[in-house]
Every structure is written in structure tokens, then in C-alpha cells.
């Protein structure tokens, strides 16, 4: 799987979008963006997950540039409760596991 | 509805005792599962998974085992546990849904060895 790099962490007022950048410059073609995140002292929670296109679910939006060697994890309106880690994973089709990094660490401001 | 059952939430152990962790998985077939271990401060450390009953595989050396006795049940175990098993542990499962593995973790059990 390829490798990503994200910043460790990132601050963002209540109420504002959040915008978590990943950079993965070796993604090979049959590679998947994940996206996670982990509240303190809970399990990891699936977020969105994407190919190519951009992608939007009642979470967040994905979006991956046209070369795809990074992508963006939009939080639309920030709340508290969006502070946690946010893991960005690359994985090939038919890899069983998931390979977790440092991710970043997301604290939304009063 | 699938849920995923982890227990218990916290223990405390002393060095050299035995630990067992049970993680079952309800209201799916054939999963994925999947033993991670978070130590304080670090990221997810991916320990054991396994595709089937009986069907283990191990990521890295260490002092723990898994084991999978039933479909939907995954057990981690020592049998003497050493200060650097002190961690989070969390159980997950993945079954295939179209391009997605759809993971879905445990809350986890924080084990501290004393």
C-alpha cells in the first residue's frame, strides 16, 4: 500500500469547514482513499472512502486531485465533537487490512 | 444490524500472568477479523488477521497469539504478559461490499500491565 503523509495536527473554529490534506504520491492505480477517524479512547470510525471521483456522503466530502497523488477531507460545518485523529489510508483492492499512520490531529475550536 | 462485541473494556494485569481477549462479531457471515493494538501516544499497530476459522495470520513477532475457534469469534491471548502489552486492543471486522471492506472496530479494551 502506499505511503501517506498528513500534517500531525490542524485547528479549526466551530461552525467553519475543516479541510484535512494527505498527500500520497506513490498511490498506484487500483488504489482506494480512506478515510478514519478516531475519537479519544474509542475504535476507529469510517468516515468516506474513494477512487478517482469526489465523493460526499452525510459526513464529509473527498476530494482527490485529477493526478490523485493527494486528497482533501472536507468537514463542511465543524463541531466539537469532529476533534479526534483523521487517518488517511491508501489500500489496493483485495488487501484484507488496514494500514493505520500518525494521521492528523483535528482540534475544532469554541 | 451487525454489531461487534469486545470485552472486557479495561484490565489490569500483572507481568507474567495470562491474558485472553474475546471479540465476537453478530449479524454477518464470514468476516474478516482483526486484532489491533494502539500503545499510548502511538498509532494502530495491526497484531493478527484472519479470513476463516482456523486461519491466522500473524504481522508482526511479538508475545501474543490469536486464535479463531468459531465464525464469528476472534480470541487474543498470552501466555505471560510482558510491561510493553500494555496498550489499547481493538477488534475489527470487513466483509466485502462491492470495492469497499467495510471496516467496523470494537470499542476496545485497554489493558494495563503492572
Known amino acids: ?110 | 444490524s451487525q454489531t461487534i462485541h469486545q470485552w472486557p473494556a479495561t484490565l489490569v494485569q500483572p507481568v507474567g500472568s495470562p491474558l485472553s481477549l474475546e471479540c465476537t462479531v453478530e449479524g454477518t457471515s464470514n468476516p474478516n477479523l482483526y486484532w489491533y493494538r494502539q500503545a499510548a501516544g502511538r498509532g494502530l499497530q495491526l497484531l493478527f488477521y484472519s479470513v476463516g476459522i482456523g486461519q491466522i495470520s500473524s504481522e508482526v513477532p511479538q508475545n501474543l497469539s490469536a486464535s479463531r475457534p468459531q465464525d464469528r469469534q476472534f480470541i487474543l491471548s498470552s501466555k505471560k504478559l510482558l510491561l510493553s502489552d500494555s496498550g489499547f486492543y481493538l477488534c475489527a471486522w470487513s466483509v466485502l461490499e462491492g470495492a469497499n471492506y467495510g471496516y467496523t472496530f470494537g470499542s476496545g479494551t485497554r489493558l494495563t500491565v503492572v
Open chain 1, 1 to 110: 500500500d502506499a505511503k501517506t503523509t498528513q500534517p500531525p495536527s490542524m485547528d479549526c473554529a466551530e461552525g467553519r469547514a475543516a479541510n484535512l490534506p494527505c498527500n500520497h504520491s506513490t498511490i498506484s492505480g487500483n488504489e482506494y482513499v480512506y478515510w478514519y477517524r478516531q475519537i479519544h479512547s474509542q475504535g476507529p470510525q469510517y468516515i468516506i472512502h474513494g477512487l478517482k471521483n469526489n465523493e460526499t456522503n452525510e459526513m464529509a466530502s473527498l476530494i482527490i486531485t485529477e493526478d490523485r497523488k493527494s486528497s482533501t477531507l472536507i468537514l463542511p460545518h465543524a463541531t466539537l465533537r469532529d476533534t479526534a485523529v483523521y487517518y488517511c489510508i491508501v489500500r489496493r483492492t483485495g488487501r484484507r487490512a488496514l494500514t493505520f499512520g500518525s494521521g492528523t490531529r483535528l482540534q475544532v475550536q469554541p
